[in-house]
Nanobody
Framework: QVQLVESGGGSVQAGDSLRLSCAAS????????MGWFRQGPGKEREFVAS????????NYADSVKGRLTISRDNAKNTLYLQMNSLKPEDTAVYYC????????????WGQGTQVTVSS
């Protein structure tokens, strides 16, 4: 299995930027498609973005298109989420997740990192 550890969260003002990281260890990082999810206060966890194993294919939730960018560095076994023009509604715990090739669901999850955006 793969172990995932997020970092980079914090408290910022609206309009600021943050970059989240997710360090993977265990099985080869390139075995997994990766995703970012978030859970805001009083809300269910929602999809934010995903990236293919090679990094060549990405997908985003409509609410973050143009502001958040997912990327990965397979040499460093690390997933990133660059967050620009942050809004208060982006406040949430952000989780990275890994999906095996043959799976339709995300199999492995990190512990999450808190992002708080104040107006």
């Amino acid at each position: 299995q793969v172990q995932l550890v997020e970092s980079g969260g914090g408290s910022v003002q609206a309009g600021d930027s943050l970059r989240l990281s997710c360090a993977a260890s265990g099985r080869p990082f390139t075995w997994y498609a990766m995703g970012w999810f978030r859970q805001g206060p009083g809300k269910e966890r929602e999809f934010v973005a995903s990236i293919s194993r090679s990094g060549g294919d990405t997908n985003y939730a409509d609410s973050v298109k143009g502001r958040l960018t997912i990327s990965r560095d397979n040499a460093k076994n690390t997933l990133y989420l660059q967050m620009n023009s942050l809004k208060p509604e982006d406040t949430a715990v952000y989780y990275c997740a890994a999906r095996e090739l043959q799976s339709t669901l995300y199999d492995y999850w990190g512990q999450g990192t808190q992002v708080t955006v104040s107006s």
